[in-house]
């Protein structure tokens, strides 16, 4: 089969991922092409890709967009490495560079949520669906659109005169995060739906937000009007099915439960675990010592190129320092995490236990002087400050606040146990690289968490029915787990076994793609 696959993020290009839909347009397509399938993966050029030297000019189009015709160019990018099964597009216009040459998405006031994205990527939309039946990609038999970034492809290809060819083709949706939907009005405003398509003759009923009527919701277009939708895994079907109650630390269907329960009644809606790659190469565990003093050069080198100190990275490089000059009278508990700083991941952490302190003070009293806890992540503002605060006071957690390429690598292979007590968890790509460097878990058993973590096995989950109860369970399995490491090292030695020869193959997804969604 030939499929093209559109996305906003793409991590085959160099700085093309911002987060997990970014390791997934890499890694599926090599997969799908492993197993004989023909796939051309497209995403905007946001100014930058269409730069780099290994990008061909092909072709230039016009596309009708806001009343007006637009002249979009379509590259095509030799990767290094790259399979002979996969061919990579970005398309170009000024507007896909409106946040800044390179950057993927932009950091829209609260007042207009999303409204410069989604204007953006509904031209992209549009831009798509003209190459496509303007035969630039050759024919296609399946079209694979990821998350609410390239829904509007749906709504043109079920609405729109010109794109009717589009039909033809089957289309599949995969819903990477449902707790962004890129909600816009449908008109009165510069980024809304009438605005990009003043005449385009939808169904309202279909398109627009359960909560706000007046308003398209580009997610639950994706769910309604493509013939397959996929979820990044099993558990996270079950639970979108059923509407969120986030005062229970409860997330759900988000809005869209009733879509959604439709989507899985006519049988369209299907659960597939993203999948991880597995290196032939061995772990690399690092001592204690000298993955600190990693650290420590990635943060140098971080203040060596801002002029202005981050009072983040001075904590931390002074809580190095420290934890290098204490005498060790054994080999110390290394805990670990990597992520995103966002309420999703750092909820329970925050949650105010009965004695009035946060889980997370909790966590590291009981850790005491048995460990360190590394915590490498950035994101929400007032979550770093949160964290900041906490890495200030205790002299057991070093917070290295940003984005790194070159260390997480090491706080995995080092580490001896993974916390990831997310509130929820489409998929989750950390879990399965801790998991892969014979790191076990420590997670909320939520979404893809459950289907990856078997707890006492290669993993130890935890549940709850509301916040506190999740957290208090959280800390009561963290002394388990503490005592099990110190009491029992033959019991710990087996599930970290397990966790090292656990395997979420790609190949094993792609053969469930053709199966369930393409055919």
């Known amino acids: 089969m030939k499929i093209l696959m559109a996305a906003a993020e793409n991590d085959a290009m160099p700085k093309g991922k911002v987060g997990g839909i970014g390791d997934v347009v890499r890694d599926i397509p090599i997969a799908l092409a492993n197993i004989g399938q023909q796939v051309d993966v497209v995403m905007p050029g946001y100014g930058y890709f269409s730069k780099l030297a290994e990008a061909t000019h092909i ?36 507007l896909f560079a409106v946040g800044g040459e390179g950057k993927i998405y932009c950091d829209d006031p609260d007042n207009r949520p999303f409204a410069s994205d989604a204007t953006k990527f509904a031209l992209f939309s549009a831009a798509v669906a003209k190459a496509i039946i303007c035969d630039v990609f050759g024919n296609i038999d399946v079209l694979h659109l990821h998350d609410w ?39 009165g405003d510069e980024s809304s739906l009438k605005a990009w398509f003043p005449n385009l003759p939808f169904e309202l009923e279909q398109v627009n937000d359960p909560r706000y009527q007046h308003c398209i919701n580009p997610m639950r277009c994706g769910i309604n009007l493509a013939d397959k939708v996929h979820a990044v895994s099993p558990n996270y079907v079950k639970e979108i099915l059923k509407p969120s109650d986030p005062e229970q630390g409860y997330f759900g269907g988000e809005g869209l439960e009733n879509d959604l329960t439709n989507a899985s009644t ?61 005498k060790l009278k054994k080999k110390p508990i290394i805990l670990t995490s990597v992520g995103r700083i966002t309420e999703q991941k750092i909820r329970l952490f925050q949650q105010v236990m009965p004695t009035g302190e946060t889980a997370l003070e909790q966590l590291l009293e009981t850790l005491g ?9 950035s994101g929400d503002k ?42 929820f968890e489409p998929c989750g790509i950390s879990q399965m690289l801790s998991m892969r460097a014979g790191q076990p878990c420590l997670a909320h058993s939520v979404g893809g968490l459950s289907d990856t973590i078997k707890h ?13 109860q999740q957290a208090q369970n959280m800390l009561v399995l963290f002394s388990e787990v503490l005592a099990l490491k110190k009491q029992k090292p033959k019991q710990w030695k087996l599930i970290a076994n397990n966790a090292l020869n656990t395997r979420f193959l790609w190949q094993d997804v792609a053969k469930d793609y053709i199966k369930y969604l393409y055919h």
């Open 149 to 187: 970034h390239t829904a509007m492809i749906s709504v043109l290809r079920a609405y729109e005169p010109e794109f009717q060819q589009l039909k033809a083709i089957k289309t599949v949706y995969t819903i990477h995060n449902l707790a962004l939907q890129g909600i816009r009005p449908i008109e």
């Open 456 to 468: 006492q096995q290669n993993g130890f989950t935890f549940n709850g029915e509301n916040p506190l």
């Open 382 to 423: 007032k979550l770093e400050d949160y964290l900041t605060a906490i890495a200030s006071q205790n002299d057991n957690i070093i917070f290295i606040k940003g984005y790194s390429h070159s260390i997480p690598e090491d706080i995995y292979n080092s580490g001896d146990l993974f916390l990831m007590p997310s509130s």
């Open 266 to 326: 006519l049988g369209k809606l299907h659960g597939i675990l993203n999948g991880c790659d597995y290196p032939e190469s061995e772990r690399k565990a690092l001592s204690y010592k000298t993955l600190l003093k990693r650290c420590e050069g990635e943060l140098m080198s971080w203040l060596s190129g801002n002029p202005l100190t981050d009072l983040a990275h001075l904590i931390a490089i002074t809580r190095i320092k420290q934890l290098l000059e204490k």
């Open 369 to 377: 002087d048995d460990g360190v806890f590394i915590l490498l992540g």
């Open 59 to 94: 072709t230039s189009l016009q596309v009708m967009f806001a009343n007006q015709l637009q002249s979009i160019d379509i590259y095509k990018v030799s990767i290094e490495n790259a399979s002979s099964g996969v061919s990579q597009w970005v398309i170009e216009h000024p």
